[in-house]
Nanobody, 120 residues
């Protein structure tokens, strides 16, 4: 079983910055990819950014140049540095991790979500 715990959300003015963190724990054999998704009220959950164990990153077009994803493999932790925040970035942000509980059992885990609100 895997637990993902997010932190770092909050209220910020447009143009400000926030840093989200997500730590994975449990009987983890390995984590391949970690990422952040977000869901605004009345909308579907969308990808924000992902990062592989090797450091390859992928970003949604809407956040490129403003958000940076990073991870600490030793701590099973992923971060999302969000700069130049806009009101349209307001959403619940969810952490995701894909990996193995042992060499043959895959997992796809989600955090409980953290609210990010950007005021204009």
């Amino acid at each position: 079983q895997v637990q993902l715990v997010e932190s770092g959300g909050g209220l910020v003015q447009a143009g400000g910055s926030l840093r989200l963190s997500c730590a994975a724990s449990g009987s983890i054999f390995s984590i391949n990819a970690m990422g952040w998704y977000r869901q605004a009220p009345g909308k579907q959950r969308d990808l924000v950014a992902t990062i592989t164990s090797g450091g390859s990153t992928n970003y949604a077009d809407s956040v490129k140049g403003r958000f940076t994803i990073s991870r600490d493999n030793a701590k099973n932790t992923v971060y999302l540095q969000m700069n130049s925040l806009k009101p349209e970035d307001t959403a619940v942000y969810y952490c995701n991790a894909l990996g193995l509980l042992d060499p043959e059992i895959e997992f796809d885990g989600w955090g409980q979500g953290t609210q990010v609100t950007v005021s204009s």
